[in-house]
């Protein structure tokens, strides 16, 4: 890998994972600073946060989350340690393949962040109905942003055409195709 952006990510500690007992947070320390790379990752699909003035961002992965920062990883639900070493060096990699094309892309500038439950919520057909499994749609809701349900799961969104626009709505904060 001569002339890479990054040589590695060195794991520097790990942490319990409070999401999920027995799994543990990866903390990771890059080899030079992701500063450069950061705006170009941010225009990646799984990017949920993204703050152009803290050169932060978090992306989704299944399960849990990576946060990158200039100086500093943390990969969330990671297994063990040798997990989180894996996903280190995939991390490595992707970054380096992100900074290889950044020709082809527009750096991010603007802050990105994840629809909040509350503004799921307010375009669900709030019936409480049951049928997606959880008690409200307000939990429905959580589920959403948590990745732990998905819009089709809504019976009410999938039946009412009187529902189309809200349903639009919600692929569209939820960054769905239709």
Known sequence: MNGAFLKSI????????????GKIIVVGSPSRSLADVIPFLATLPNVIVYNPHTLSLTLRRHPGLIAVEPERVSITQVADGSEGMELLASLTQAINATWE??????????QR?????LDIWALLPQTNCRECGEATCMAFAFGLVQDRHELVECAVLA???AMYDRKL?????LGLSP
């Open 101 to 110: 094309h950044r020709a082809e892309l527009v750096a991010a500038t603007g």
């Open 159 to 161: 039946n009412a055409d």
């Open 169 to 173: 709505a919600l692929q569209a904060l």
């Open 10 to 21: 060195a794991l520097e500690r790990t942490l319990p994972c409070l999401a999920e007992p």
């Open 113 to 117: 962040r994840a629809p909040r439950p």
